[in-house]
């Protein structure tokens, strides 16, 4: 059987059941596995001899938290990241992974330092919005977008790229256009109209989650944390 792309409401669904006594994950536990398996799929594809210089652009949710935990391993893996916050999420695990980042002596920069950031940076980690996004893009998040669009650099977009509607895809074309996608647990809907390199980072799924959403997820080789998945045909 092929695998299940997602609908909002059944992603939402799952992510709950992972944190609830059937799945008895922790908020913290799901956003390290994601964050690493991010982390990975950047190495995969732009290695650090070339593409050293991150800008890691966080958004103020959980989407966020997992860029911040990305931009720690990338930095352990022997990058340069730099973390970008438009605005900070409020909640105590996003200021912890702040933190986190800190200690490692990982810069972060704001809105006022964006430009040079990125005009200093190899490649780009996008994870400004997840799967629960609904448009239209407000400031400062429009402004970003379309800066990172233009900087030409190559992206790497979290589980939905940036702007895009989580099962209609990048609707009304302000959206990010990547050229790598790690969709976290199983791929969204939307991921279909997305034709670059894709790849899956959904190692921690329990079994009994699976299938009970028939999943029907594939096989990760060796001890990878993410898993490529075949090109998608153009529509």
């Not at 997840?130 to 990172?148: A, E, H, N, T």
């Not at 977009?157 to 609707?171: K, L, T």
């Given at each position: 059987?092929?695998?299940?792309?997602?609908?909002?409401?059944?992603?939402?669904?799952?992510?709950?059941?992972?944190?609830?006594?059937?799945?008895?994950?922790?908020?913290?536990?799901?956003?390290?596995?994601?964050?690493?398996?991010?982390?990975?799929?950047?190495?995969?594809?732009?290695?650090?001899?070339?593409?050293?210089?991150?800008?890691?652009?966080?958004?103020?949710?959980?989407?966020?938290?997992?860029?911040?935990?990305?931009?720690?391993?990338?930095?352990?893996?022997?990058?340069?990241?730099?973390?970008?916050?438009?605005?900070?999420?409020?909640?105590?695990?996003?200021?912890?992974?702040?933190?986190?980042?800190?200690?490692?002596?990982?810069?972060?920069?704001?809105?006022?330092?964006?430009?040079?950031?990125?005009?200093?940076?190899?490649?780009?980690?996008?994870?400004?919005?997840?799967?629960?996004?609904?448009?239209?893009?407000?400031?400062?998040?429009?402004?970003?977008?379309s800066?990172?669009?233009?900087?030409?650099?190559?992206?790497?977009?979290?589980?939905?790229?940036?702007?895009?509607?989580?099962?209609?895809?990048?609707?009304?074309?302000?959206?990010?256009?990547?050229?790598?996608?790690?969709?976290?647990?199983?791929?969204?809907?939307?991921?279909r109209l997305?034709?670059?390199?894709?790849?899956?980072?959904?190692?921690?799924?329990?079994?009994?989650?699976?299938?009970?959403?028939?999943?029907?997820?594939?096989?990760y080789?060796?001890?990878?944390?993410?898993?490529?998945?075949?090109?998608?045909?153009?529509?």
């Amino acid at each position: 059987m092929s695998l299940r792309y997602l609908t909002a409401r059944i992603a939402q669904q799952i992510d709950e059941e992972l944190m609830s006594t059937a799945g008895a994950f922790s908020l913290d536990q799901l956003m390290e596995l994601a964050g690493l398996a991010c982390a990975q799929t950047l190495a995969a594809v732009y290695h650090k001899d070339k593409y050293p210089r991150v800008l890691v652009c966080c958004g103020p949710g959980n989407q966020g938290g997992d860029g911040l935990v990305a931009a720690r391993h990338l930095g352990m893996f022997g990058y340069k990241p730099t973390v970008f916050v438009p605005k900070p999420g409020s909640k105590d695990i996003y200021k912890r992974l702040q933190i986190q980042c800190d200690n490692m002596r990982i810069r972060t920069v704001d809105g006022a330092a964006f430009d040079n950031a990125l005009s200093s940076s190899d490649v780009i980690l996008d994870a400004i919005f997840g799967f629960s996004f609904k448009g239209p893009m407000r400031p400062p998040f429009d402004s970003v977008i379309s800066k990172l669009t233009k900087s030409g650099l190559p992206i790497v977009s979290v589980d939905i790229p940036s702007g895009w509607d989580v099962e209609q895809g990048n609707v009304d074309g302000t959206g990010l256009n990547p050229d790598v996608l790690v969709s976290l647990t199983a791929p969204k809907e939307g991921a279909r109209l997305f034709h670059g390199r894709h790849f899956l980072g959904g190692r921690f799924v329990p079994t009994t989650i699976a299938e009970k959403f028939e999943l029907n997820l594939p096989l990760y080789p060796g001890v990878e944390q993410i898993v490529e998945l075949p090109p998608q045909q153009k529509l």
